[in-house]
């Protein structure tokens, strides 16, 4: 009886085995981790001539205060915050930027010959996309953003952090560890961008510069991680198909 089973036992493991193996080739072939993180930086470098629209000199009297709005007082002039450019722009851009990586993604698996398991990626990018965009509108309103030089929370950048969260999803979707381990620099990059914590940690992301472009440093930084890592993981896929 045990001489017959054995040997059941034996085939079942092994086949088992046989599947989970084709089961990493599969996501393996899948993967097309470049596009995502270039697309998407190419998205969060973009954003800086719409933060730049929202942000114009008006008359105000810095020594009362400011007036009507959001206002940033800095050297004596005052500079109105007007967060709606850059939120229209979140909404718009991360929606098209997922719907562009799931079409690469479904083009790229039917080149290949294998399935595509992108949507998860897509509808939990999307989701916090919009989120976070609505989240980072909603706050600016109430006033809790600290537009002060070096302030300590920059709203406005919230929608970085949607992005490293995503990327998690993209790396159980792919099986890739490498991926992971980005997605968590990403996102700790992401937060100090940001601003949270840099009081503590005596950062300023803004760089000392007008309150017109202090938000440039922090999507240049991260967008260019983004990019960097894109070209990186280019490299590496290539280097596995040669």
Do not use: K
């Not at 004596?76 to 007007?82: D, L, M």
């Not at 850059?86 to 039917?110: C, K, M, N, P, T």
């Not at 537009?147 to 790396?171: N, Q, R």
């Not at 992971?180 to 803004?206: I, P």
């Amino acid at each position: 009886m045990t001489d017959g089973t054995t040997p059941s036992a034996d085939v079942a493991r092994e086949v088992l085995s046989t599947t989970r193996e084709l089961t990493r080739r599969v996501r393996r072939a899948q993967r097309g981790t470049w596009f995502p993180l270039a697309l998407l930086g190419v998205v969060v470098v973009a954003a800086a001539p719409f933060y730049r629209l929202g942000r114009h000199a008006v008359r105000c009297d810095p020594a009362r205060g400011a007036r009507g709005g959001v206002e940033i007082i800095h050297d004596g002039t005052c500079t109105q915050v007007v967060g709606w450019p850059s939120g229209v722009y979140w909404l718009v851009a991360l929606v098209l930027a997922y719907a562009a990586i799931g079409a690469f993604y479904v083009y790229r698996a039917r080149s290949r010959g294998v399935g595509a398991r992108i949507l998860p990626y897509v509808g939990s990018g999307i989701a916090a996309g919009l989120v976070f965009g609505i989240a980072s509108a909603w706050a600016r309103q109430l006033g809790l953003e600290d537009y002060s030089p070096g302030g300590p929370l920059a709203v406005g950048l919230v929608p970085l952090i949607s992005i490293g969260l995503a990327l998690f999803v993209l790396a159980q979707v792919e099986d890739n560890r490498p991926l992971l381990a980005f997605a968590a620099g990403y996102l700790v990059v992401a937060v100090l961008t940001c601003g949270v914590g840099t009081r503590r940690l005596g950062l300023n992301t803004s760089f000392d510069l007008a309150p017109t472009w202090n938000f440039l440093p922090g999507l240049v930084v991260a967008g260019g991680v983004l990019l960097l890592g894109g070209v990186c993981f280019a490299l590496a896929e290539r280097r596995r198909g040669a």
